[in-house]
């Protein structure tokens, strides 16, 4: 092994004593060492030489002084590695480690080391993590398909009313008003869309700012409540507000109306009709997950509930438990997933509660003091 330049022999007997006459040797172990990355350095036999301390971590230690071949099976990064030793051609490979349920994707630089005086180089492989840049990929071609397949609904429809409207019913002044009625229902609808597109657009270039104005949560819950109540009133619904008569808390007041909008028009369009929405604030003296003293806000109705396979996934971007009906209530499937933003901006945490045949419960836990750090 190398170590400050000097000597020492491989657990096979080799030693480094061409390897270390290079000039970069003596820092071969520090530059390893040095890496946040998986990285290990295989002898001019192939076998584990020196691996750093996440690379460990990953593989474990029992990779120490053993072979490639033995350590890493996957034919795509082992040709690199025989191509680095054989020609002394770097080269990259994707290599993915498995840990239970979880596979993790790394690419993989594989270096060949040479000294200009032994035939076969030592191999240094460094290992980068790429799943989570994958994975954002991955989400933003779902998001392109899913806005593109929102918006192309509502124009089809669109189109084919105009089509209508300069033919058949051209003359038609009853067909006439009926298809402008269903054309200023889809472009509302994309309208909304939208809006909710370049809400999260807003949320997401905004998310490390940390609202700092305090205000007041009763009086925007109230004032909420009371734009939504004429609304709540055709559907049979009564929305019922409880909680102290103040609850200051820092916050943006704009965002948290929004929050409180959009869940209270999800309880009275999927809750039970005729029926009742709970809107509850309650003190909390300390919540551990935030640190401090909060506020838990709650939105209650007591309607069918939502299937339990459902509910990890409701603050998903376009994810809808029932499509059809989302869609009838002008719904975008972007409702919860701004709430999400939302309160994530506020450091604050959102728990969604449901049981079929029991209704739904939305819990929004907001620091209601401005943190230190």
Do not use: C
């Amino acid at each position: 092994m190398v170590s400050n330049g000097q000597n020492r022999p491989n657990q096979d007997g080799t030693d480094m004593r061409h390897f270390t006459h290079a000039p970069i040797a003596p820092f071969v172990d520090q530059m390893i060492e040095a890496l946040s990355e998986p990285a290990l350095l295989l002898d001019r036999n192939g076998r584990v030489l020196k691996a750093n301390e996440i690379s460990y971590e990953w593989f474990g230690r029992w990779i120490d002084g053993q072979s490639y071949v033995s350590v890493f099976r996957q034919p795509d990064l082992l040709s690199p590695v025989e191509d680095a030793y054989l020609h002394q051609r770097s080269g990259r490979a994707r290599f993915t480690h498995s840990s239970g349920a979880v596979d993790t994707l790394f690419e993989v630089t594989v270096s060949p080391l040479v000294d200009g005086v032994s035939p076969r180089p030592v191999v240094m492989l460094v290992f980068r993590d790429v799943s989570a840049a994958l994975e954002e990929e991955s989400m933003r071609r779902d998001f392109v398909a899913n806005v593109s397949h929102e918006l192309k609904t509502p124009l089809t429809a669109v189109m084919g009313f105009i089509e209508t409207l300069q033919g058949p019913a051209r003359q038609d002044p009853k067909a006439q008003s009926r298809f402008l009625g269903l054309m200023a229902q889809e472009t509302s609808r994309m309208n909304r869309l939208v809006s909710d597109l370049l809400a999260l657009s807003r949320l997401e270039g905004s998310a490390r700012q940390r609202p700092r104005n305090v205000v007041d949560l009763m009086a925007l819950l109230g004032e909420t409540v009371d734009a939504l109540g004429p609304l709540a009133e055709q559907d049979g619904v009564d929305i019922v507000l409880t909680g102290p008569d103040a609850a200051p808390a820092p916050a943006d007041a704009d965002q948290l109306v929004q929050v409180a909008t959009n869940l209270i028009e999800n309880a009275v369009k999927y809750g039970a009709q005729p029926g009742q929405v709970h809107v509850t604030v309650e003190r909390l003296g300390r919540e551990p997950v935030l640190k401090g003293p909060a506020w838990l806000l709650t939105v209650r109705d007591d309607g069918g509930g939502i299937p339990a396979e459902h509910l990890p996934r409701l603050t998903e971007r376009f994810y809808r438990v029932d499509t059809g009906r989302s869609r009838s209530e002008g719904g975008t499937g972007l409702g919860l997933a701004i709430v999400k933003h939302i309160v994530n901006r506020h450091r604050g945490r959102l728990r969604i509660e449901s049981k079929e045949g029991r209704g739904t419960a939305v819990h929004v836990t907001l620091p209601a003091t401005i943190p230190d750090a």
